[in-house]
C-alpha cells in the first residue's frame, strides 16, 4: 500500500519537494505500478533468469590504460563554490 | 547514554558469562593505473581535483566501462580466499546522497558479487582457525572530505572517486580482538602477495570496519551489533574493539540495550564516539546498474587466473621449511613480509648457507629495519651484498662483530663492503706470527686459567680468547686465536 508517507519517505531520499497535489498523483503512480507488478508476480518464472539488462550486451570492457583527466580550472568551473583547488560544500559533520 | 564512554580498566575477555562476536569489513584499493571505470589516474597524494574527468565526476552524458584489470583483480582476490568465483558478475547502484559521491549512488555489486563463501586459514592462539568470507565484491571509492572550521565548510576532493576497490567480508568468526587482529595481518600478508594493492593502511589503501557485537556463552543468536569506523592501523583495530567490547558488556550488566549504530574510533582519546551525521537512515535501493552490462567469465578463464596465482605466504612457509631448509621458527618470520621473503630466496640463490642467512637477516638486518623504522625495500642494500658480507665474516676476513658494524654503514649508505672495510680498517688479523706472540704473553700471564683449561673446563679456553681479541682490538680472527691457545697448552 503507497500511502502520503511513503511518497514524502521516497521524496525525501531522492531530494526532492513535492506539494500536496504531487504528492497525491504519486500515490496513484505508484499504487498502479505496484498493482501491474503483483498481476506479474502471478506469472510462473520458475527458470527464467532474472532480466539484469536490457541489451543484449556483455562484457563491455577498457584497458587499464591513462586517459587524459581534467584541469583542475576545468574540474571546477561548474562548482557553485569553491575554495583552495576544491568543491566548497555546506559543512556535512557538526 | 552520553556521547562519550570512558574505559574502566578491567578485562571483560576473562568475564566467562560474555562472548565476543566480530565480524570485519575490509576496503581494499586496488593498484591499476587507472580508475574503475575511466582512464583517470588511479594515485595518492596529487593536487586536489587534478584526476577527475565527466565519468568519476558523474556528469551527465557520461557513461562508465569497466577497467578489465580490476575485474580480474577481484578474481585474483576471491580465489586467494579460496572462495567460488561468480561466472555471471553485474555490479548494481547504492543510492545515497553524500557529498564525496558525485552521483548521488555509487557503483557497487549487491547479488552477484564477484566471489562468494570462501575462508583464510589463520594462526591464531597457537593454532589454525578458518575465518569464512562472506563475499569479496568490486566498487567505487568515493571522494575525499575535508571538514574545514576555518571557512565552516566541507571541502571535497574527487581524486579518489572512482578508484577500485575490492571489499572483502568476513563471517562473524571471530570471538577476540585478538583474533581480529590475527585475520587482519594473515589477510593484509596474502594481499601483498597477490601485489593487487600496497595495502598501506596510512594512504588509505587498506581500511577496516568491525562490527562487534556480545552475546551470552552458548547463545547461538547473533546480539545487537555497532560498526567501528576510523581505525587507522591494526593494532587500532583491537584497542576499538576492545574497548567497544568492555562498553557494550558494561552495558548489557546494568540491564541496558545496545543501540545499533555506527561508532567512530577516536585514536588520541581512546574511546569510540557515536557518528554524528546529516546523513539519513540509509535505504540504498539498490537496483542493476543500467549503465553497465553484465559480465559472463568461463571456467577456462578462472582457471587461468588460478594457475597465474602467485605462491602465498602459507604455501612458501611449507616450501621454505620442505625444500630449503629452513626451520620453522625462521621461516615464519621471513614469509611476513614479501620483500622480505623475495631478498632471501634471491641472497639463497647467489650461495650462502641456509642457516647463517636465516642468522643474519632474521637478527642483525632486522634490527637495522626496526631501529630505522623501514622496510626492506627503503635501504640500499641489495641480496648480493649481504651474500659478500656473510662469506667475509665466514672466511675470515673479518669477524662476526665487524660484520654487523659494516651492516650497518651499508644499509646507511650502501656503499661498498670493500671500501668499507678498507676505509674501518676492519680487516681481521690473521697474522700468525703476531697472534702467536700475543696468545704467548697472555698464557703467561694467566696460569690458573691455563690450568683450568688443561683440566678439561671449555669456558677458561674462551676466557683467554677474549683477553686476546681486547688486546688486537677486536680485529683479531677469534678462530685462529682458538686454535693457537689449544696447540701452545697442550704443548707446553
Known sequence: ?94 | MGGMYKEQNFNFSENMDFETVIGLEVHLQLNTATKIFCGCRNVFGVEANTCVCPVCLGLPGSLPVLNRDVLFSGIKVGLALNCSINTFVKFDRKNYYYPDLPKGYQISQYDFPIAKAGFLPVMTGGQEKRIGITRAHLEEDAGKLIHDDAINATLVDYNRTGTPLVEIVSEPDMRSADEAYDYLTTLKLALQYLNVSDCDMEKGSLRCDANVSIRSRGETKLGTKTELKNMNSFSAVKRAIDFEVARQTRLVIAGESIVQQTLLWNEEKGITIPMRSKEQAHDYRYFPEPDLVPFTLTEAEIDKVRCGLPELPYARLHRLIEKLGVSEYDGTIIVQDKTFADFFESALALGVDVKKLCNWMNGPLMKELNDRKCRLGDLKLTPGMLVELINKVEDGTVSNLAGKEILAEVVATGRKIEDIIKEKGLTQVSDEALIGKIVDEIILKNPQVVEQVRSGKANAAGFLVGQAMKQMQGKANPKIINEFIQRRITNV
Request: net charge negative; no cysteine.
Open chain 1, 1 to 94: 500500500m503507497i500511502t502520503k508517507e511513503t511518497v514524502n519517505y521516497i521524496a525525501s531520499l531522492s531530494r526532492l519537494h513535492i506539494d500536496e497535489a504531487e504528492n497525491a498523483g504519486f500515490v496513484r503512480n505508484l499504487e498502479d505500478i505496484l498493482q501491474y507488478v503483483a498481476k506479474l508476480n502471478k506469472l510462473d518464472v520458475a527458470g527464467v533468469l532474472p532480466t539484469s539488462h536490457v541489451l543484449k550486451m556483455e562484457n563491455v570492457f577498457r584497458d587499464d590504460k591513462v586517459s587524459p583527466s581534467l584541469t583542475q580550472q576545468e574540474a571546477l568551473s561548474f562548482a557553485i563554490e569553491s575554495h583552495a583547488g576544491h568543491y566548497k560544500v555546506p559543512k556535512v559533520i557538526e
